[in-house]
């Protein structure tokens, strides 16, 4: 019994029949093949599996994928745009916001949101956006840095 | 020549990762593969009477369920472990599936097969196991009383090893004439290490040519193919393949042969089909190994002036239901042979007891052994100087081992191969100002304030290891590293390594020093890693041994290049051998300007028209490095808190790290490892810890209870260094993996103890959230 939807990720649309449990992580990663967006908790907590849902940063492993139909869906992958990184991809790279990757993509989607609505943030506000993404590698300090970098260069 | 040693240069990793193009194991789909779920006792002890696998077979979609009788009737051993820590040490078997008992919430019990996840899932619920519950027991203290439960019919009293390590009888005799003792009472609390990437391990075994590719999120691949053909399947290795990928994260967690890379590489034997299991972060909870988990008590001799004369220490380690891949060696060996710190007392008594319980198995977590040592070492000192009424920088130094003694022995067996403790211990005080915040801590006290300055300092075992040593302390395995270095005909560069990267920058690091060594640019160096199909040889990924080790052994097939080269050279430039020189990246004619770049010389290495008589074409060198010693990276970690009387609460007002690990190739990756290590190792401090309740559940089962640091729980860190070169490698490099981990755990402690010292608390147990320093605070 699955449905229909139809769904625009990183521009391009799709239309799946999917089962209704099937979370928009999963067609992400399993339907789309597109694994940039991580899986790293099954409470909701860590923030790997981030993604822009209509612009708005939104933990991807909390929606089915039939609430996505006709919704537009913005991964790590359609970040950068015709092979240009995008500023926040640029300043993590440059300030090591990164070591083993695997929080990377949904920090620097969830960093996207916070900088859209905050332009000019301090240390402190960008600690406090980033609460619902945890790495484990970093302690954290090279990412608030890449967010502040990415901040004045946008 | 640019000098690529030393700069902080991008990372080449990270294009894939920042456009969320990494492989981890999980984003791999192969043709035709099936899902396994596995089906895991929720008791912490219980008997197996029955599986009723029926149902579940008859679900949609399943392709095949598997009990452990399955597994043991096809031949299937047990898991081993890899290091023996007495002669007498009892090791009961592992299997990959449980037969008839299960010993910890977790265990495997059977493995369900589908077409799909969800079908796979689906039907591990109906899986039927009829279970007898017997008593469990969690606790390694208790697990040791008369009349606990047992865990294994092997070790009735639930002790695996009693292990010692120094003069006894020496240090009994000086602490009963020391004129002051110390003594504390330490729980080392237990550790879950959520890498963010769960385990995951894909089987793929191809029956034509009978040859099986296993995917895992491993930091040692080359390891893991030895023990799973070796030890559990009993096939031959030259017919397995194990690719480690993308791995997101470790900290030891991903060192050990785990039950699910045998399943999968079993079932797929089986089926003729892909097996892929990822973990659910609830299963990581329960199945990755956990860290420390320590009863201690430690007593240290002192005499009038402060000089310390011995440390007595007493130790039940917890080992989980199961000897997990190292489990032994971490409480005794890494452990024990570090309670000299960087300190000259003569005398130390160390006695560890592994004990069984009904647990998830405990082994190496990010500084695995050093970090309790230092635990216990540091808070001691801090208590000891408090007791004494001196400042604890100053019992420090009265006892620090003198820059000029190096290389040197401690009472538990290690020669120190460098240091300069004094150097780091002033710089880190310089740094943050010590003084100025013992007159703001006793003018804050005057105002009911709570400022506390804590210090830790610290040494750090690394490098491991000599396999000389490592066989004489009963490691089953040498600890070498391999690499090979290929020059292609066009000059690029190749290297294998047997180190593992899962967030280390190895393809920077490993290529800033190859592009120094043969002069070429590190684009034209690919670093190639976690394949046992390419790579010779290696020993993986952990105890910050890859520069170290890994890192030397590509110097030594760097030089070996280099060799080759130089014949070469020599041959095309018609000069002598003993003129060629190495210099700026090329090789020169001494004193002329006729040179040749590396491009140049591979170009006639696979084209010898012209070519040295005798020598063989081809441009590549493999290279196997043992260490001749450990390397002993060491610092100051001084750390500022406040805590707010009415809650309880810690707050971080100044972290000052100076490490000293030798030299560094790659500041920003080296600073970027102690963030990291920061992180982890204030996270045990003040947050972090297992709870089990009494029947053996894990209550710290899921993101929602146990509390990994985020990013406004950490403060800003200020990292620094000092500079002692290694004296026994080519690199002159320590390692600097877990320096943060280890030192900043007790430095936090020490910090909150001494904000509320003079209130009469003498300390506080850990993580010290802020209902516990509420409590102590408040006598409640
Ligand atoms: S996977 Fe979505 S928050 Fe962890
Ligand atoms: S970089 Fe590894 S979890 Fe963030």
Same mark, same amino acid.
């Given at each position: 019994?699955?449905?229909?939807?139809?769904?625009?990720?990183?521009?391009?649309?799709?239309?799946?029949?999917?089962?209704?449990?099937?979370?928009?992580?999963?067609?992400?990663?399993?339907?789309?093949?597109?694994?940039?967006?991580?899986?790293?908790?099954?409470?909701?907590?860590?923030?790997?599996?981030?993604?822009?849902?209509?612009?708005?940063?939104?933990?991807?492993?909390?929606?089915?994928?039939?609430?996505?139909?006709?919704?537009?869906?913005?991964?790590?992958?359609?970040?950068?745009?015709?092979?240009?990184?995008?500023?926040?991809?640029?300043?993590?790279?440059?300030?090591?916001?990164?070591?083993?990757?695997?929080?990377?993509?949904?920090?620097?989607?969830?960093?996207?949101?916070?900088?859209?609505?905050?332009?000019?943030?301090?240390?402190?506000?960008?600690?406090?956006?980033?609460?619902?993404?945890?790495?484990?590698?970093?302690?954290?300090?090279?990412?608030?840095?890449?967010?502040?970098?990415?901040?004045?260069?946008? | 020549?640019?000098?690529?040693?030393?700069?902080?240069?991008?990372?080449?990793?990270?294009?894939?990762?920042?456009?969320?193009?990494?492989?981890?194991?999980?984003?791999?789909?192969?043709?035709?593969?099936?899902?396994?779920?596995?089906?895991?006792?929720?008791?912490?002890?219980?008997?197996?009477?029955?599986?009723?696998?029926?149902?579940?077979? =008859?679900?949609?979609?399943?392709?095949?369920?598997?009990?452990?009788?399955?597994?043991?009737?096809?031949?299937?051993?047990?898991?081993?472990?890899?290091?023996?820590?007495?002669?007498?040490?009892?090791?009961?078997?592992?299997?990959?599936?449980?037969?008839?008992?299960?010993?910890?919430?977790?265990?495997?019990?059977?493995?369900?097969?589908?077409?799909?996840?969800?079908?796979?899932?689906?039907?591990?619920?109906?899986?039927?196991?009829?279970?007898?519950?017997?008593?469990?027991?969690?606790?390694?203290?208790?697990? /040791?009383?008369?009349?606990?439960?047992?865990?294994?019919?092997?070790?009735?009293?639930?002790?695996?090893?009693?292990?010692?390590?120094?003069?006894?009888?020496?240090?009994?005799?000086?602490?009963?004439?020391?004129?002051?003792?110390?003594?504390?009472?330490?729980?080392?609390?237990?550790?879950?290490?959520?890498?963010?990437?769960?385990?995951?391990?894909?089987?793929?075994?191809?029956?034509?040519?009978?040859?099986?590719?296993?995917?895992?999120?491993?930091?040692?691949?080359?390891?893991?193919?030895?023990?799973?053909?070796?030890?559990?399947?009993?096939?031959?290795?030259?017919?397995?393949?194990?690719?480690?990928?993308?791995?997101?994260?470790?900290?030891?967690?991903?060192?050990?042969?785990?039950?699910?890379?045998?399943?999968?590489?079993?079932?797929?034997?089986?089926?003729?089909?892909?097996?892929?299991?990822?973990?659910?972060?609830?299963?990581?909870?329960?199945?990755? =190994?956990?860290?420390?988990?320590?009863?201690?008590?430690?007593?240290?001799?002192?005499?009038?002036?402060?000089?310390?004369?011995?440390?007595?220490?007493?130790?039940?380690?917890?080992?989980?239901?199961?000897?997990?891949?190292?489990?032994?060696?971490?409480?005794?060996?890494?452990?024990?042979?570090?309670?000299?710190?960087?300190?000259?007392?003569?005398?130390?008594?160390?006695?560890?007891?592994?004990?069984?319980?009904?647990?998830?198995?405990?082994?190496?977590?990010?500084?695995?052994?050093?970090?309790?040592?230092?635990?216990?070492?540091?808070?001691?000192?801090?208590?000891?100087?408090?007791?004494?009424?001196?400042?604890?920088?100053?019992?420090?130094?009265?006892?620090?081992?003198?820059?000029?003694?190096?290389?040197?022995?401690?009472?538990?067996?290690?020669?120190?191969?460098?240091?300069?403790?004094?150097?780091?211990?002033?710089?880190?005080?310089? /740094?943050?100002?010590?003084?100025?915040?013992?007159?703001?801590?006793?003018?804050?006290?005057?105002?009911?304030?709570?400022?506390?300055?804590?210090?830790?300092?610290?040494?750090?075992?690394?490098?491991?290891?000599?396999?000389?040593?490592?066989?004489?302390?009963?490691?089953?395995?040498?600890?070498?590293?391999?690499?090979?270095?290929?020059?292609?005909?066009?000059?690029?560069?190749?290297?294998?390594?047997?180190?593992?990267?899962?967030?280390?920058?190895?393809?920077?690091?490993?290529?800033?020093?190859?592009?120094?060594?043969?002069?070429?640019?590190?684009?034209? !160096?690919?670093?190639?890693?976690?394949?046992?199909?390419?790579?010779?040889?290696?020993?993986?990924?952990?105890?910050?041994?890859?520069?170290?080790?890994?890192?030397?052994?590509?110097?030594?097939?760097?030089?070996?290049?280099?060799?080759?080269?130089?014949?070469?050279?020599?041959?095309?430039?018609?000069?002598?051998?003993?003129?060629?020189?190495?210099?700026?990246?090329?090789?020169?004619?001494?004193?002329?300007?006729?040179?040749?770049?590396?491009?140049?010389?591979?170009?006639?290495?696979?084209?010898?028209?012209?070519?040295?008589?005798?020598?063989?074409?081809?441009?590549?060198?493999?290279?196997?490095?043992?260490?001749?010693?450990?390397?002993?990276?060491?610092?100051?970690?001084?750390?500022?808190?406040?805590?707010?009387?009415?809650?309880?609460?810690?707050?971080?007002?100044?972290?000052?790290?100076?490490?000293?690990?030798?030299?560094?190739?790659?500041?920003?990756?080296?600073?970027?490892?102690?963030?990291?290590?920061? =992180?982890?190792?204030?996270?045990?401090?003040?947050?972090?810890?297992?709870?089990?309740?009494?029947?053996?559940?894990?209550?710290?089962?899921?993101?929602?209870?146990?509390?990994?640091?985020?990013?406004?729980?950490?403060?800003?860190?200020? !990292?620094?260094?000092?500079?002692?070169?290694?004296?026994?490698?080519?690199?002159?490099?320590?390692?600097?993996?877990?320096?943060?981990? /280890?030192?900043?755990?007790?430095?936090?402690?020490? =910090?909150?103890?001494?904000?509320?010292?003079?209130?009469?608390?003498?300390?506080?147990?850990?993580?010290?959230?802020?209902?516990?320093?509420?409590?102590?605070?408040?006598?409640?």
């Amino acid at each position: 019994m699955g449905h229909t939807i139809k769904v625009t990720v990183n521009g391009v649309t799709h239309e799946a029949t999917v089962e209704p449990r099937m979370l928009l992580v999963q067609f992400l990663r399993e339907v789309l093949m597109l694994t940039g967006t991580h899986i790293g908790c099954d409470t909701s907590q860590c923030g790997a599996c981030t993604v822009l849902v209509d612009g708005v940063a939104t933990k991807s492993c909390t929606m089915f994928a039939v609430q996505a139909d006709g919704r537009e869906i913005t991964t790590i992958e359609g970040l950068a745009a015709n092979g240009d990184l995008h500023p926040l991809q640029k300043a993590f790279w440059e300030e090591h916001g990164l070591q083993c990757g695997f929080c990377t993509p949904g920090v620097i989607i969830s960093s996207y949101d916070f900088l859209k609505r905050n332009p000019n943030p301090t240390e402190e506000e960008i600690r406090h956006a980033l609460e619902g993404n945890y790495c484990r590698c970093t302690g954290y300090q090279n990412i608030v840095k890449a967010v502040k970098k990415a901040a004045q260069s946008m | 020549m640019a000098n690529y040693i030393g700069s902080s240069l991008k990372r080449k990793e990270d294009r894939r990762f920042i456009t969320g193009k990494g492989t981890y194991t999980d984003d791999i789909v192969l043709p035709n593969m099936t899902y396994a779920y596995i089906v895991r006792s929720p008791h912490a002890h219980a008997r197996i009477k029955a599986i009723h696998a029926d149902k579940a077979l =008859a679900h949609p979609g399943v392709v095949a369920v598997f009990t452990g009788k399955d597994l043991q009737d096809d031949g299937v051993n047990p898991l081993p472990t890899g290091w023996q820590i007495t002669d007498s040490m009892i090791e009961p078997p592992h299997p990959v599936v449980a037969v008839d008992r299960v010993r910890y919430v977790g265990n495997p019990v059977a493995v369900v097969i589908a077409n799909s996840r969800a079908a796979a899932k689906d039907a591990a619920e109906l899986v039927e196991v009829d279970y007898e519950i017997l008593p469990a027991v969690v606790d390694a203290t208790r697990a /040791i009383e008369k009349g606990a439960p047992t865990v294994h019919d092997e070790a009735p009293d639930n002790i695996s090893f009693t292990w010692e390590l120094g003069d006894k009888a020496a240090t009994d005799d000086a602490l009963s004439k020391a004129a002051h003792i110390t003594r504390l009472e330490i729980v080392n609390q237990r550790l879950i290490p959520n890498a963010m990437e769960p385990r995951s391990a894909i089987g793929d075994y191809h029956p034509a040519r009978d040859e099986l590719t296993l995917y895992t999120s491993s930091q040692n691949p080359h390891l893991i193919r030895l023990l799973m053909c070796a030890f559990v399947l009993g096939i031959p290795e030259h017919k397995v393949r194990v690719v480690s990928p993308d791995v997101g994260g470790g900290f030891g967690s991903k060192i050990f042969h785990y039950p699910e890379e045998v399943i999968v590489s079993w079932a797929s034997r089986k089926l003729g089909r892909p097996v892929k299991w990822t973990a659910e972060r609830s299963e990581s909870f329960l199945t990755d =190994a956990h860290g420390r988990d320590h009863y201690t008590v430690a007593e240290m001799g002192i005499d009038k002036d402060g000089t310390i004369l011995a440390l007595r220490v007493n130790t039940i380690a917890n080992l989980g239901a199961y000897l997990s891949t190292f489990a032994g060696g971490i409480p005794t060996w890494l452990y024990g042979t570090l309670l000299a710190g960087q300190y000259k007392y003569p005398h130390i008594y160390v006695q560890t007891k592994g004990v069984f319980t009904h647990t998830t198995p405990v082994d190496a977590y990010r500084g695995a052994g050093r970090p309790e040592a230092t635990f216990v070492v540091e808070r001691l000192m801090d208590t000891a100087a408090r007791e004494l009424g001196m400042d604890p920088a100053e019992l420090r130094r009265k006892n620090f081992i003198p820059a000029d003694a190096f290389p040197y022995e401690t009472p538990v067996v290690l020669t120190y191969d460098s240091g300069n403790y004094e150097a780091s211990l002033e710089k880190a005080m310089q /740094i943050i100002d010590y003084q100025k915040w013992r007159d703001e801590q006793a003018k804050a006290r005057n105002q009911g304030r709570l400022i506390g300055i804590g210090l830790s300092c610290y040494i750090e075992a690394c490098g491991i290891a000599p396999s000389k040593v490592a066989g004489a302390i009963g490691v089953r395995a040498g600890l070498y590293e391999g690499a090979s270095i290929r020059v292609h005909p066009t000059g690029q560069v190749t290297v294998y390594t047997g180190s593992h990267s899962h967030g280390q920058g190895h393809e920077t690091t490993f290529a800033q020093i190859v592009a120094d060594g043969l002069g070429v640019s590190p684009e034209n !160096v690919e670093v190639v890693h976690g394949d046992t199909a390419q790579i010779p040889f290696g020993m993986g990924t952990y105890g910050s041994r890859s520069l170290a080790v890994g890192g030397s052994a590509i110097w030594r097939a760097v030089e070996k290049i280099r060799e080759k080269a130089k014949k070469i050279a020599a041959h095309k430039l018609e000069a002598s051998e003993d003129d060629i020189v190495f210099e700026d990246g090329k090789w020169v004619v001494k004193g002329t300007d006729r040179a040749l770049t590396l491009g140049e010389i591979a170009l006639t290495a696979y084209v010898p028209h012209d070519y040295p008589e005798g020598l063989e074409p081809g441009l590549e060198e493999n290279s196997f490095y043992d260490p001749a010693n450990f390397t002993f990276p060491f610092g100051t970690h001084i750390a500022v808190v406040e805590i707010d009387p009415d809650t309880g609460k810690v707050q971080i007002l100044r972290y000052v790290a100076v490490d000293d690990v030798g030299n560094v190739i790659n500041p920003m990756i080296v600073d970027g490892q102690v963030h990291g290590g920061l =992180a982890q190792g204030i996270g045990q401090a003040l947050w972090e810890g297992a709870v089990y309740d009494e029947n053996g559940q894990l209550l710290t089962g899921s993101m929602m209870d146990y509390a990994i640091p985020k990013a406004d729980d950490l403060p800003h860190f200020e !990292v620094d260094r000092t500079v002692t070169p290694c004296p026994h490698n080519p690199l002159g490099v320590k390692g600097a993996g877990e320096t943060g981990t /280890i030192a900043s755990t007790v430095c936090i402690v020490n =910090a909150v103890v001494d904000a509320v010292s003079h209130l009469g608390i003498k300390d506080i147990p850990m993580p010290l959230t802020p209902e516990r320093v509420w409590r102590a605070i408040h006598g409640k």
